[in-house]
Protein backbone atom coordinates (compact mmCIF):
# COMPACT_ATOMS: atom_id res chain seq x y z
CA UNK A 1 0.00 0.00 0.00
CA UNK A 2 1.23 3.32 -1.10
CA UNK A 3 1.96 6.40 1.44
CA UNK A 4 -0.30 8.39 1.63
CA UNK A 5 0.10 12.31 1.41
CA UNK A 6 -0.83 15.81 1.89
CA UNK A 7 -4.30 16.21 3.86
CA UNK A 8 -5.64 13.20 3.03
CA UNK A 9 -2.36 11.07 4.47
CA UNK A 10 -2.67 13.22 8.06
CA UNK A 11 -6.14 12.06 8.27
CA UNK A 12 -5.76 8.33 7.55
CA UNK A 13 -2.73 8.54 10.47
CA UNK A 14 -4.86 10.14 12.69
CA UNK A 15 -7.63 7.50 12.54
CA UNK A 16 -4.83 4.87 12.78
CA UNK A 17 -3.26 5.82 15.77
CA UNK A 18 -6.26 7.85 17.78
CA UNK A 19 -6.88 4.14 19.60
CA UNK A 20 -3.46 4.02 21.17
CA UNK A 21 -2.82 6.04 23.65
CA UNK A 22 -0.72 9.71 24.08
CA UNK A 23 1.86 8.45 26.38
CA UNK A 24 3.69 11.57 26.18
CA UNK A 25 1.06 13.17 28.19
CA UNK A 26 1.24 9.84 30.39
CA UNK A 27 4.55 10.20 30.74
CA UNK A 28 4.98 13.90 31.46
CA UNK A 29 1.83 13.32 34.19
CA UNK A 30 4.63 10.33 35.73
CA UNK A 31 7.00 13.15 35.72
CA UNK A 32 5.02 15.30 37.83
CA UNK A 33 4.25 13.23 39.98
CA UNK A 34 7.56 12.36 40.79
CA UNK A 35 8.84 15.60 41.00
CA UNK A 36 5.90 16.82 43.81
CA UNK A 37 6.95 13.03 45.35
CA UNK A 38 10.80 14.63 45.82
CA UNK A 39 8.96 17.82 47.44
CA UNK A 40 7.24 15.56 49.72
CA UNK A 41 3.67 16.63 48.26
CA UNK A 42 2.21 13.94 48.31
CA UNK A 43 -1.35 14.70 47.43
CA UNK A 44 -0.15 16.26 44.89
CA UNK A 45 1.93 13.11 43.69
CA UNK A 46 -0.99 11.18 43.92
CA UNK A 47 -2.90 13.80 41.85
CA UNK A 48 -0.67 13.58 39.42
CA UNK A 49 -0.02 10.27 39.19
CA UNK A 50 -3.82 9.03 39.08
CA UNK A 51 -3.95 11.44 36.13
CA UNK A 52 -0.90 9.79 34.28
CA UNK A 53 -3.11 6.34 34.96
CA UNK A 54 -5.99 7.15 33.67
CA UNK A 55 -3.42 8.16 30.10
CA UNK A 56 -1.95 5.29 30.03
CA UNK A 57 -1.65 2.22 32.97
CA UNK A 58 1.94 1.36 33.26
CA UNK A 59 3.45 -0.51 35.81
CA UNK A 60 5.75 1.74 36.76
CA UNK A 61 3.78 4.59 37.48
CA UNK A 62 0.80 2.19 39.11
CA UNK A 63 4.11 1.28 41.71
CA UNK A 64 5.24 4.34 42.22
CA UNK A 65 1.31 5.14 43.13
CA UNK A 66 1.05 2.62 45.48
CA UNK A 67 4.43 3.78 47.05
CA UNK A 68 3.07 7.04 47.57
CA UNK A 69 -0.47 6.14 48.83
CA UNK A 70 0.85 3.73 51.81
CA UNK A 71 3.18 6.54 52.90
CA UNK A 72 0.89 8.78 53.17
CA UNK A 73 -1.73 6.80 55.23
CA UNK A 74 1.74 5.70 57.58
CA UNK A 75 2.23 9.93 57.94
CA UNK A 76 -1.71 10.64 58.56
CA UNK A 77 -1.84 7.24 61.32
CA UNK A 78 1.52 8.97 62.81
CA UNK A 79 0.18 12.34 62.42
CA UNK A 80 -3.36 10.98 64.35
CA UNK A 81 -1.28 10.09 67.61
CA UNK A 82 -1.60 12.24 70.36
CA UNK A 83 -1.36 11.09 73.68
CA UNK A 84 -2.67 14.08 75.83
CA UNK A 85 -5.73 13.89 73.27
CA UNK A 86 -5.62 9.85 73.97
CA UNK A 87 -6.01 10.56 77.83
CA UNK A 88 -8.97 13.49 77.66
CA UNK A 89 -10.55 10.97 75.30
CA UNK A 90 -10.18 7.54 78.36
CA UNK A 91 -11.10 10.34 81.32
CA UNK A 92 -14.17 11.36 79.53
CA UNK A 93 -14.67 7.52 79.00
CA UNK A 94 -14.07 6.46 82.48
CA UNK A 95 -16.64 9.42 83.73
CA UNK A 96 -19.27 8.33 80.96
CA UNK A 97 -18.86 4.56 82.45
CA UNK A 98 -19.74 6.03 85.75
CA UNK A 99 -22.76 7.43 84.68
CA UNK A 100 -24.20 4.52 83.04
CA UNK A 101 -23.67 5.95 79.52
CA UNK A 102 -21.97 2.52 77.77
CA UNK A 103 -22.14 3.52 74.51
CA UNK A 104 -20.63 6.87 74.77
CA UNK A 105 -17.92 5.03 77.37
CA UNK A 106 -16.88 2.84 74.59
CA UNK A 107 -16.66 5.76 71.84
CA UNK A 108 -13.95 7.62 73.78
CA UNK A 109 -12.26 4.05 74.51
CA UNK A 110 -11.90 3.37 71.09
CA UNK A 111 -10.84 7.22 70.43
CA UNK A 112 -8.25 7.16 72.69
CA UNK A 113 -7.39 3.51 71.74
CA UNK A 114 -6.75 5.28 67.92
CA UNK A 115 -5.25 7.94 69.28
CA UNK A 116 -2.33 6.12 71.35
CA UNK A 117 -2.47 2.73 70.14
CA UNK A 118 0.29 0.77 71.34
CA UNK A 119 0.02 1.74 74.81
CA UNK A 120 -3.93 1.50 75.36
CA UNK A 121 -4.35 -1.91 74.10
CA UNK A 122 -1.61 -3.68 76.75
CA UNK A 123 -4.20 -1.81 79.66
CA UNK A 124 -6.87 -3.31 78.10
CA UNK A 125 -6.86 -6.12 79.36
CA UNK A 126 -7.10 -5.22 83.13
CA UNK A 127 -4.81 -5.83 86.22
CA UNK A 128 -6.59 -9.31 87.16
CA UNK A 129 -4.72 -10.70 83.26
CA UNK A 130 -1.71 -12.13 83.27
CA UNK A 131 0.11 -11.69 80.02
CA UNK A 132 1.76 -14.96 79.74
Known sequence: MPALAGPVGIAHRRRLTR?????????????????????????SAIKFFNKSLT??????????LRLVEKTKKE????????????EEA??????????????????NYSEAIK?????LRLTRLGPSSSLS
Open 90 to 107: REAGNDLFRKGDFVGAVR
Open 19 to 43: SFPSCSRCRAYGRIGTSYQAKDDLD
Open 115 to 119: RLPCV
Open 75 to 86: RDVAAYIDPAKA
Open 55 to 64: EHRTPEILEK
